[in-house]
């Protein structure tokens, strides 16, 4: 089984909508990432979070939110899509004496 | 300007050729650096970590230059399964924490 889910894989939907991204991890680490990827510019951060009671936001915090309701499971929300948050999105992992991030298969959001 | 920039890509190599990436980083409160691959569609997967003195990693070899803020990663032997993209990955601390991930530089191995 894999260490790091997401779920949805895929998901389409229209202009305006709420959405919620779920990540789970069985790797028992304290801290976990949210990044989107968009062709030519990278993974750019959207909020991590270093143990339940922290939230942090990155690079590109605006109109994501987040929740952390366990240590294995942290979830990203887009209270009002719009078609720019069209991107293949990442869950990721790690542990704080080692600097390795693992990896989620991702989601592919599309907004029409 | 990027934080981190790499080689514009793709790089077409024949099998059993020698290729080399380049990436710099602008923050020297960088601390720790890697490169990680990804496959198409596929999620990122840390392919080694880069230390000052060099490492190896059979025909993968990693250098960082400090002074130069530059890091290299070096394919010896290509085979066909090193076709991904490698992303460059530098840690750094400056009261907070961030990761900044290169844009990735695609690399096809042809037969």
């Known amino acids: 089984d894999a260490d790091v889910t ?12 709420r959405i919620m ?12 990432y949210w990044y989107r ?5 990278g993974l750019q951060l959207i909020y991590y979070s270093f143990d339940v009671k922290d939230i942090n936001k990155g690079e590109i915090s605006d109109g994501y939110s987040v929740s952390r309701q366990a240590q294995a499971k942290f979830s990203l929300s887009l209270e009002s899509a719009i078609p720019n948050q069209t991107a293949l999105y990442f869950c990721a992992t790690s542990d704080p004496t080692d ?3 693992f990896f989620g298969p991702g989601t592919r959001l599309t907004v029409l | ?8 890509g793709p790089f077409n190599v024949p099998e059993g050729a020698t290729v080399a990436f380049n ?13 990680y691959r990804q496959d198409c569609r596929k999620e990122p997967k840390l392919l080694m970590s ?10 993968f070899t990693a250098q960082l230059n400090r002074a130069s803020q530059y890091i290299s990663l070096l394919i010896r ?14 840690n750094v601390r400056t009261g907070g924490f961030k990761t900044i991930f290169g844009a990735g530089t695609r690399l096809f191995v042809k037969a």
């Open chain 1, 21 to 32: 991204l779920e990540c789970s991890q069985t790797k028992g680490h304290d801290r976990m």
């Open chain 1, 6 to 17: 997401q779920t949805p894989r895929n998901r389409i939907t229209k202009t305006g909508k």
């Open chain 1, 37 to 41: 990827q968009d062709p030519g510019l």
């Open chain 2, 77 to 90: 032997d290509s085979k066909l399964s090193d076709s991904a993209t490698y992303l460059c990955v530098v």
């Open chain 1, 99 to 101: 600097h390795e991030q």
């Open chain 2, 50 to 59: 880069v230390y000052s003195s060099g490492n190896e990693d059979g025909r």
């Open chain 2, 1 to 8: 300007r990027k934080e981190v920039e790499q080689d514009p």
């Open chain 2, 23 to 35: 990436c710099t980083y602008s923050n020297s409160a960088s601390q720790s650096f890697f490169w």
